[in-house]
């Protein structure tokens, strides 16, 4: 969280400053000193002095790699490291090492979100107080409010699964130990009160267009109609809509003063149609649009014979899809105007993790890696999978046949050496994916060609692999993949390294909460589920509850999922692969995978979807090549192009429980309120 200010000035030119220059998270802390509670609602400057520094509790929603504030990308089937610190708690986590006694202090949210939401009820209880403030100004700030409480219990939720929601109270500190003493909502009591709060905040909250681009890391009406989205999509998903997982980890995890499972146990086909409409919703605003950047005439990227030529987004024309996906992350695109960007940071974290892709050669901590199964999700160019490739774009396995030739894709630069198995493949994956052989440009480090333009193998015998990181042990990545969804071809660390001197890196890069592919992706895997036509509540696009109709709509499904589809340049789906919905549902969770990776989707995904505990720990998909051999000898059967199961103490340790499904409430929080239930499976 950025700190805007540290000298103290006079009080007047300091909130002058805050609602002049602030965003979401740029507020001094200093006002916590400066003024009494009691002070707070004398004025309107004051009172939203205080609203504003409220955000500066939530943990910044980059962080979702080391110091992370769920278990998130570590403890995903995306990720793995040779790292098992406090710092990577997400894989502590995965190999048992984190109990209710030893929640990691940055992953230990639970007192600072209930401080927002003593915080978020002291403003409602007094808001009506500020009698400088008009009527208009009020609901705002009430939904303002209202917002930062449902996000303060959406972060519950999605660590500690059932709340603890005590309403409007604001808790004293002078009561019988009683007064405190409460049980946990259900999960779906739960969520229908975190979409009460973002349905209060929908209402009065200004959309993107009516709000300045000063203020572009406030939360608006897109923001909380987005939140209802996910949320009820989570929902409808197997492991809290009476699936397998649902009885698997919950079918005896019951409330004690009434007997009510706190998951639902009866699968409900209607929850789906209820997500739809929730993501339909946001459609509806018209307000937002996947990201595209045009294609440069003279370079074009270029497409499969399959892939549509119409103007996007009823295809791949006019557009590049490698920059349209690339600029999002890398920093080359502007935050404060991308309308893919329905809510989004900045964030240092992301630009620092960023290092842990760097070999340490090139001034890095280069241990982050990524299995060989999320490489065998991405598609080749023409759109299909690995498993059913065309003979014009043929898949090879053979990871000893090489390209041939050096290839332009646009402004990519695909080197001759490389193994056909990288070839073909659609642009997500050469943005995202740092594979055997990939050329990284490093451009700001061109002082010095050691440490700039150069292919990175990650073999024992190449400074990118084992070999380079010297004393650095746990430095180096474990699979020949990392990721380098976020990295820019100008970025380098190798700052003091040899003749580099005062590399370029954009700081800080951005980080999408929410983006519009995601609720493209939630209407359409919601509508494959739907069952008949129900009719269901929803609020529309402007915040009024109405009643839908839905059904599963092909030609829906269609359109929003081409759409993404083009924009990576690659065909979309057939009218055949819809008319399954199981079918369908396969390649809607792949989907997902490519152009969700590494934003800190999957690990719970795999969850929500049921298939968390058959397939995180399950060895055939910690897979990847054999960072321990020398790609250059003959004489070791393949050496670093065999593709074996990670040799690692983190994956070897690796498991996959029930009780996992969420984090412990710490043992001294159950402490304080006796009647509060721990999660199943874990200890008091």
């Given amino acids: 969280m950025k700190i805007f200010s540290k000298t103290i000035v006079l009080c007047g030119i300091l909130l002058s400053a805050w609602f002049t ?49 769920t278990p998130g990308q570590f403890a995903s089937d995306e990720l793995t490291a040779r790292w098992r610190t406090t710092e990577f708690s997400g894989i502590r986590f995965t190999v ?33 107080k500020v009698e400088d403030m008009n009527t208009l100004d009020k609901q705002k700030y009430r939904g303002y409010v209202h917002f930062l409480r449902g996000y ?7 660590n500690w699964g059932p709340c603890l929601i005590v309403g409007d109270d604001v808790i004293p500190n002078s009561e019988s130990a009683e007064f405190y003493d409460r049980e946990r909502a259900t999960y779906d009591e739960s969520v229908d009160y975190i979409c009460g709060e973002f349905g209060k905040a929908a209402k009065v909250l ?12 406030r939360p608006t009406k897109g923001a909380a109609l987005a939140l209802i989205s996910r949320l009820r999509l989570y929902q409808a998903s197997p492991l809290f809509n009476g699936g397998d997982a649902a009885k698997r980890c919950f079918g005896t995890w019951k409330r004690k003063s009434d007997d009510k499972f706190y998951v639902n146990q009866v699968y409900d086909p209607d929850r789906w149609a209820v997500a739809a409409a929730a993501a339909k919703s946001v459609i509806d605003m018209q307000l937002y649009e996947l990201h595209t950047v045009e294609m440069d005439t003279k370079n074009p990227y270029p497409l499969a014979e399959n892939v549509p030529t119409a103007p996007f987004p009823l295809g791949a024309g006019g557009i590049d899809p490698y920059y349209s996906y690339s600029h999002m992350f890398n920093g080359e695109g502007v935050i404060q105007t991308n309308k893919e960007f329905i809510w989004a940071h900045e964030s240092s974290n992301v630009t620092n993790y960023t290092k842990h892709c760097f070999p340490v050669y090139y001034g890095g901590w280069g241990g982050m890696s990524v299995p060989q199964r999320v490489i065998d999700c991405y598609l080749m160019a023409d759109g299909r999978d690995i498993h059913n490739a065309s003979e014009e774009y043929p898949y090879e396995p053979d990871l000893t046949k090489t390209i041939g030739n050096d290839k332009m894709l646009g402004a990519y630069l695909l080197k001759g050496n490389v193994p056909k198995m990288y070839g073909n493949r659609e642009a997500r994956f050469y943005a995202s994916i740092g594979f055997p052989g990939s050329y990284w440009p490093m451009n700001s480090a061109s002082q010095d060609l050691t440490y700039s333009k150069r292919q990175m193998w990650f073999s024992k015998d190449d400074p990118s692999g084992i070999t380079g990181a010297g004393s650095n042990i746990n430095d180096y990545c474990v699979t020949g993949y990392v990721p380098v969804k976020y990295i820019h071809p100008d970025d380098s660390w190798a700052d003091g390294k040899g003749n580099v001197k005062a590399n370029f890196r954009t700081s800080p890069k951005p980080f999408p909460i929410i983006r519009y592919a995601e609720v493209l992706l939630e209407y359409v895997e919601a509508l494959n589920n739907v069952e008949g036509s129900p009719s269901v509540k929803v609020l529309n696009a402007i915040g009024d509850t109405t009643t839908v109709t839905v059904t599963r709509n092909t030609n829906e499904m269609k359109y929003y999922f081409n759409m993404i589809r083009y924009r990576g340049g690659v065909a979309g789906v057939t009218d055949a692969e819809l008319a399954d919905k199981n079918t369908f549902g396969k390649i809607l969770m792949n989907e997902r995978q490519v152009e969700l990776f590494n934003e800190g989707y999957r690990y719970f995904d795999t969850r929500r979807w049921g298939i968390y505990l058959d397939e995180d720990a399950n060895s055939s998909n910690w897979r990847g090549l054999d960072v321990e051999k020398e790609r250059t000898d003959a004489n070791n059967n393949g050496g670093f192009w065999n593709i074996v199961t990670i040799n690692l103490q983190n994956i070897r340790d690796r498991i996959a429980e029930p009780k996992m499904m969420f984090l412990p409430i710490p043992h001294d929080e159950l402490l304080k309120v006796p009647a509060m239930d721990q999660n199943p499976g874990w200890n008091r």
């Fill in 21 to 69: 220059s602030c965003n979401f998270l740029d507020v001094d802390s200093y006002f916590e000193a400066t003024f009494q509670q009691d002070s707070i609602f004398h004025s309107q400057a004051n009172a939203e002095g205080y609203l504003w520094n409220t955000p500066t509790r939530f943990p910044d929603p980059g962080a979702i790699w080391g110091n992370s504030w």
């Fill in 96 to 128: 048992g090492e984190i109990n209710e006694r030893n929640v990691p202090s940055r992953m230990n949210i639970w007192y600072s979100m209930y401080s927002v939401i003593r915080r978020c009820n002291i403003m409602l209880a007094n808001v009506d």
């Fill in 152 to 158: 303060a219990y959406y972060h519950l939720l999605m």
């Fill in 206 to 217: 200004p959309t993107s267009a009516q709000q300045s681009i000063n203020y572009f890391a």
